[in-house]
T-cell receptor, first 115, second 115 residues
């Protein structure tokens, strides 16, 4: 079975532009979460979607938005890119929306560079 | 508030030796889960081991074991018989029963296995 797949793997954008990152969860997984990992830091939570509804949002500006499609794939959109948005964006999928012991499976990430 | 602290930015270990990676946490949740993930240079977060806050025995998964000391709020990862392929970043993470599906990650420890 395929794991979590993200596209593209690498991306270079100019300040002020818009970017869309995509994620396909593991088959059967209905929950998708997005994390931002700045160089030298641990991942920071951005969004969680479950059954196409937003279930959680981290401390990120409104320039960040996301959605989940009927097939449970997800898009993360970032508007008006800033240099500080340069990071590895990770997508994680899990079977259920919550639970302290619910394992999350991560994709390989999208490396976004804003110049 | 949830917080994960990893105080070792970098660690070195001789091949075939054991190494302990430190992790302390702070949470207001009574029920929570503690996770360790490995992140190679490719970027993907690979799940290693899980410990629930009410689990009385320390978790073990092959060469990985988690030294859980609840009173000290520590969840150290022990890797036995280190291999060259263990060289990577290691992240401690926590999820609480009241915080949905959101992981809180530490800043990570870079492990280098020396031949």
């Amino acid at each position: 079975d395929a794991g979590v797949t993200q596209s593209p793997t690498h991306l270079i954008k100019t300040r002020g532009q818009h970017v869309t990152l995509r994620c396909s969860p593991i088959s059967g997984h209905k929950s998708v979460s997005w994390y931002q990992q700045v160089l030298g830091q641990g991942p920071q939570f951005i969004f969680q979607y479950y059954e196409k509804e937003e279930r959680g949002r981290g401390n990120f500006p409104d320039r960040f938005s996301a959605r989940q499609f009927p097939n449970y794939s997800s898009e993360l959109n970032v508007n008006a890119l800033l240099l500080g948005d340069s990071a590895l964006y990770l997508c994680a999928s899990s079977l259920v929306a919550r639970g302290r012991d619910t394992e999350a499976f991560f994709g390989q990430g999208t490396r976004l560079t804003v110049v | 508030a949830q917080k994960i602290t990893q105080t070792q930015p970098g660690m070195f270990v001789q091949e075939k030796e054991a190494v302990t990676l430190d992790c302390t946490y702070d949470t207001s949740d009574q029920s929570y889960g503690l996770f360790w993930y490995k992140q190679p240079s490719s970027g993907e977060m690979i799940f290693l081991i899980y410990q629930g806050s009410y689990d009385e025995q320390n978790a073990t998964e092959g060469r990985y074991s988690l030294n859980f000391q609840k009173a000290r709020k520590s969840a150290n990862l022990v890797i036995s018989a280190s291999q060259l392929g263990d060289s990577a970043m290691y992240f401690c993470a926590m999820r609480g029963s009241n915080t949905g599906n959101q992981f809180y990650f530490g800043t990570g420890t870079s492990l280098t296995v020396i031949p």
